[in-house]
C-alpha cells in the first residue's frame, strides 16, 4: 500500500496547527488513504483520526463510533452546521497521548460532506458521534483539545506538555531553527 509509511504526528509538530485545504479527487489513493488511517486508527485503539495527524493537510477524517468493522466512516471535506445545545464531555487525542480534559461541545450537529468515494452525505447526530466529527473537524482547522480546554486543565498537563516538547526537539532538532516552512 502506497501509505504504509504514514504514523501519527504528536503535538508539537506544526502540521496539526495548519488549516487543511479541500479534497478535490476521489481516487484510489484517497481509498488507500482512508484505509491506512482507519488501521493507524485501530492501531492506537482511537476512534477517529484526521489527516493532519498523519501529516496531510487534507480535510478528510476516519472515524468509527463502535469498534465494529463495519461501522468504519471515512468524511471529506465535511461542514457542520444547525448547532443546537451544549455538553462537557472527556476527550482525548492520538496526537496528545496521556492528556485527557473535559471538553465543551455543541450537543447536536447536522454534517454535509463527502464519502471517500464522492458522494454526498448528510447527516444529523447527537452525543458522541458529534462530539467526534467535532473533535476531529478541529483537527482540520488546527485547533486542538489544548485550545479548548480550561486553564486549569492545561496547567495540569503541563509536565506531559512538556515531555512532548522535549521529545519533539530531540528527533526534530533542525526543524526548530526554521520558522516559517515547513518540510514534506
Ligand atoms: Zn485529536
Same mark, same amino acid.
Given at each position: 500500500?502506497?501509505?504504509?509509511?504514514?504514523?501519527?504526528? $504528536?503535538?508539537?509538530?506544526?502540521?496539526?496547527?495548519? &488549516?487543511? @485545504?479541500?479534497?478535490?479527487?476521489?481516487?484510489?489513493?484517497? +481509498?488507500?488513504?482512508?484505509?491506512? &488511517?482507519?488501521?493507524?486508527?485501530?492501531?492506537?485503539?482511537? @476512534?477517529?483520526?484526521?489527516?493532519?495527524?498523519?501529516?496531510?493537510?487534507?480535510? &478528510?477524517?476516519?472515524?468509527?463510533?463502535?469498534?465494529?468493522? /463495519?461501522?468504519?466512516?471515512?468524511?471529506?471535506?465535511?461542514?457542520?452546521?444547525?448547532? *443546537? /445545545? =451544549?455538553?462537557?464531555? =472527556?476527550?482525548?487525542?492520538?496526537?496528545?497521548?496521556?492528556?485527557?480534559?473535559?471538553?465543551?461541545?455543541?450537543? !447536536?450537529?447536522?454534517?454535509? #460532506?463527502?464519502?471517500?468515494? #464522492?458522494?454526498?452525505?448528510?447527516? !444529523?447526530?447527537? #452525543?458522541?458521534?458529534? %462530539?467526534?466529527?467535532?473533535?476531529?473537524?478541529?483537527?482540520?482547522?488546527?485547533?486542538?483539545? $489544548?485550545? %479548548?480546554?480550561?486553564?486549569?486543565? +492545561?496547567?495540569?498537563? +503541563?509536565?506531559?506538555?512538556?515531555?512532548?516538547?522535549?521529545?519533539? =526537539?530531540?528527533?526534530?532538532?533542525?526543524? $526548530? @531553527?526554521? *520558522?516559517?516552512? *515547513?518540510?514534506?
Amino acid at each position: 500500500m502506497a501509505f504504509e509509511d504514514l504514523k501519527i504526528i $504528536l503535538w508539537p509538530d506544526p502540521r496539526l496547527r495548519k &488549516m487543511s @485545504v479541500e479534497v478535490e479527487h476521489f481516487d484510489q489513493n484517497l +481509498r488507500d488513504l482512508s484505509l491506512r &488511517m482507519l488501521e493507524l486508527m485501530r492501531e492506537s485503539k482511537g @476512534v477517529g483520526l484526521a489527516a493532519p495527524q498523519v501529516g496531510l493537510n487534507i480535510r &478528510m477524517f476516519v472515524m468509527n463510533p463502535t469498534g465494529q468493522p /463495519g461501522d468504519d466512516r471515512v468524511y471529506v471535506n465535511p461542514v457542520l452546521t444547525d448547532a *443546537t /445545545g =451544549e455538553e462537557a464531555g =472527556e476527550e482525548g487525542c492520538l496526537s496528545l497521548p496521556q492528556i485527557n480534559a473535559e471538553i465543551l461541545r455543541d450537543r !447536536t450537529l447536522h454534517m454535509e #460532506g463527502k464519502n471517500v468515494e #464522492g458522494q454526498p452525505i448528510s447527516e !444529523t447526530e447527537s #452525543g458522541y458521534i458529534a %462530539r467526534v466529527w467535532q473533535h476531529e473537524f478541529d483537527h482540520l482547522n488546527g485547533t486542538l483539545i $489544548l485550545d %479548548r480546554m480550561g486553564e486549569q486543565a +492545561r496547567m495540569s498537563h +503541563r509536565k506531559t506538555l512538556r515531555d512532548l516538547e522535549e521529545r519533539y =526537539e530531540l528527533e526534530h532538532p533542525k526543524k $526548530l @531553527v526554521k *520558522t516559517t516552512k *515547513t518540510k514534506r
